[in-house]
């Protein structure tokens, strides 16, 4: 359980970690290219590891884009174990209690306005 918190705790430092490993492989791959090009030694260029940082930093990207943030993944663990206990019934029961009283409220809040307006 505690290690699940942590995990929890920690999906928005393993995104973040993802965004900035992507972004900074591509800034040396554009700053490898163009100094290369620059001295005009683009023979001993291989083509392929373009192809793979390109790769990696595409899979890097995507697994920050799709990870869901701490709270989601708290919202994904704890919301189906509150539904299911005790207080996951009584939980369910606030919204109704809530509108019963807004509309006794509002009855009470227009009650004292026709008042109002009846004795002008």
């Known amino acids: 359980m505690g290690f699940l ?4 705790g920690t999906v928005d430092a393993i995104k973040i970690a993802f965004y900035v490993i992507s972004i900074m492989s591509v800034s040396i791959l554009f700053i490898t290219i163009g100094a290369k090009a620059s001295c005009g030694d683009m023979d001993d260029f291989n083509p392929r590891t373009l192809k793979k940082i390109g790769v990696i930093c595409s899979i890097l990207l995507f697994l920050g884009l799709f990870i869901p943030d701490g709270k989601t993944v708290a919202a994904m ?5 509150l539904s299911k206990s005790e207080i996951g019934g009584e939980l369910q029961k606030i919204p109704d209690k809530a509108l019963k009283v807004l509309n006794l409220k509002m009855d009470e809040y227009i009650n004292s306005i026709s008042k109002i307006e009846n004795k002008e």
């Open 5 to 8: 918190i942590y995990i929890i």
């Open 77 to 81: 663990y704890l919301l189906p174990k």
